[in-house]
């Protein structure tokens, strides 16, 4: 069927104009579709980024403030001494040092409402805990052998590694996560890390702020840590990662860096997925919300059944139209196959409508009755009118040219040089005597050797060329019009021989080539003499351009009818190329024929 309907190529461009419609109507409402459900996708994540945002920055305030928080402990020298005396010996309830400690830790706490309890980490493997609703320390057994310091590096640890610390460890709250600093002393100019104070927080500020925010019950918020430990989970669920959708930390740059939302799968279902991150501190927000909220909207189905229409619409305009020309198209067809035949008295029938299709067949009609009448005539005209130009274009070099040879014999005669003006009056004589001959076409070996009668001619006017003749001993034997060097060799002696120089070179050569398949011989006349001016060059490739015999002028007269002859015979691929010679200097042209023999060249008589 698709085949039958783009049988044509008009029907095959109304086809492809088709496709191209409902492609661009379909490519649009993906398009539009799409740019629709992220407009609405972002409109109704917007909040949650700003949630999560929030998160970061209470995080953020958090740390940033911590030097704030422990003021009480560096506002003066002897407390913090107190600190690090702790944090060297052994823990002693009844000493003044303790309570002193208390105190301070007491005040902290009062600081921050927020802070639910501070737990004191030394290097040598003890671990103290002050809980603000006791108002005292504990001495807690460490639950590991060793623990890893990472002196003056602030860190937030979340709910599970608090409780790895120790067994006996007593929870200020349901879910808190620490910020740990770093206690040291200096000894000399160098500082010794005593361990850490660890700020324990709950994460209530956190569950306040999605409670304002007013966010969808199923959307989960959590704040994590490049190992994947949970600092805040808005669920509640603190040891299943698994349920979570954590960030890739991997590409994190810089300070910050946040993504945007992006569409993972979890347990089989859909969700959308973001985060904001700090690597200094190395703790990541993030949110995941069901994507089933974000459905395809009205505007969606409109735009989906206004794209059907026009698609649909479309193909049946092609199909009428193109069932309703059918029948006379193929009317058409076949008067044209029938003319096509040779059958120049056919007619097509002229149909009563007068459509486009009426005005074609009555075109076509009048076609063929001129045609008729004017093929023969036409044929015989165009075989004489060659043949015509031919000899007169071919005629028309040999006064020229005997003007110039006796010219030259006239000037040695009135030198007193007899003896080259009558070798000068036998190369001409020669070269008549060929001219005599009424044969268009002569061998390129033949052409050649006029040439050469010409060049001598020229050797006793001046003295000072030399000239070459390259050209394999295979490729004189093929035909070209009689006199075709001969002007150009001619144009060189006359406008680019250099008199006052002694080296001026002339070069003909002839090369066989191929070019799309085709045999062709390439000639190039070269010389060394005067350089052509742009302008000039111009205004001779414009002389090349045009008809030799609509012309009354003589400047570039013999490389027009050259050029003309050449197209005649052999084609437009025939005329002549002008240039520049090589290293810009000189003056260079070029033309091609193809490799046929002198009998095979004549046009055939009308």
């Known amino acids: ?293 974000v459905e395809n909207s009205f505007s969606q189905i409109i735009l989906a059944s206004l794209a059907l229409f026009i698609c649909l619409s479309s193909i049946l305009l092609y199909v009428v139209t193109l069932r309703t020309s059918d029948r006379k198209i193929k009317t058409i067809q076949a008067g044209m196959g029938l003319v096509g035949q040779n059958n120049l008295d056919y007619r097509l029938p002229v149909p009563k409508s007068n459509d486009e299709f009426t005005q074609i067949i009555s075109s076509f009609n009048g076609m063929c009755d001129e045609l008729q009448r004017n093929v023969e005539k036409a044929y015989l005209y165009e075989i004489s009118q060659k043949k015509a130009e031919l000899y007169a274009m071919q005629t028309s070099i040999n006064p020229h040219f005997l003007y110039n040879t006796l010219e030259q014999i006239r000037v040695q005669i009135m030198k007193g040089q007899y003896s080259d003006a009558s070798q000068m009056l036998l190369l001409l004589s020669k070269m008549y005597r060929n001219q005599t001959r009424r044969n268009l076409y002569v061998s390129i070996g033949e052409e050649l050797n006029l040439c050469e009668n010409l060049i001598n001619l020229y050797m006793y006017r001046y003295g000072n060329f030399d000239y070459e003749f390259i050209i394999g001993g295979s490729l004189k034997i093929y035909g070209i019009p009689k006199n075709t060097l001969q002007p150009l060799i001619e144009n060189y002696f006359v406008h680019g021989l250099v008199p006052d120089r002694d080296d001026n070179f002339l070069t003909v050569s002839v090369q066989p080539v191929k070019q799309n398949g085709e045999n062709w011989l390439e000639f190039y006349i070269d010389d060394d003499g005067y350089s052509i001016s742009s302008e000039d060059l111009a205004a001779l490739e414009e002389k090349l351009s045009q008809p030799v015999l609509n012309r009354n002028e003589d400047n570039g007269f013999a490389l027009s009818n050259v050029n003309t002859r050449l197209m005649l015979v052999f084609g437009k691929d025939s005329g002549l190329h002008v240039s520049r010679g090589f290293g810009n200097h000189g003056f260079r042209v070029t033309f091609r024929i193809p490799p046929m023999l002198p009998e095979t060249l004549g046009i055939p008589q009308a």
Not at 50 to 78: C, E, G, K
Not at 132 to 149: C, E, F, G, R
Not at 199 to 220: C, P, Q, R, T
Request: glycine share 6%; proline share 4%.
């Open 1 to 293: 069927m698709i085949k039958k309907l783009a049988s044509g190529y008009y029907s095959k461009m109304l086809l492809i104009c088709i496709i191209t419609v409902c492609t661009v109507t379909v490519s649009l409402f993906l398009l539009s579709s799409r740019l629709i459900k992220e407009q609405e996708k972002n409109d109704f994540l917007k909040d949650y980024d700003i949630v999560i945002s929030n998160l970061s920055a209470i995080l953020t305030a958090r740390q940033n403030s911590m030097a704030n928080t422990l003021a009480p402990v560096f506002s003066s020298a002897s407390r913090y001494q107190t600190l690090c005396r702790l944090y060297r010996e052994d823990f002693s309830p009844d000493s003044s040092t303790n309570y002193s400690i208390v105190q301070m830790l007491g005040e902290i706490c009062r600081y921050d409402q927020n802070l639910r309890g501070i737990l004191l980490l030394t290097r040598t493997g003890r671990l103290y805990q002050y809980s603000p609703a006791y108002d005292t320390i504990t001495p807690l057994k460490l639950s590991q052998n060793t623990y890893k310091m990472e002196p003056y590096q602030l860190r937030v640890l979340s709910d599970a590694q608090i409780d790895s610390l120790s067994s006996e460890y007593e929870k200020p709250g349901d879910h808190v996560y620490g910020l740990t600093g770093t206690v040291f002393d200096y000894s000399g100019d160098e500082l010794i890390p005593f361990g850490q104070m660890i700020l324990l927080y709950g994460v209530s500020e956190f569950s306040n702020a999605i409670a304002d925010s007013h966010m969808n019950e199923a959307g989960v918020f959590t704040i994590t840590d490049k190992e994947d430990h949970i600092i805040y989970n808005s669920a509640g669920e603190y040891t299943s990662p698994e349920d979570l959708i954590l960030p890739d930390v991997t590409s994190v740059e810089g300070n910050t860096q946040q993504t945007s939302a992006v569409r993972r799968m979890l347990h089989g279902e859909p969700y959308y997925h973001a985060w904001t991150g700090s690597s200094r501190y190395e703790y990541y927000t993030g949110y995941q919300v069901p994507a089933s909220p």
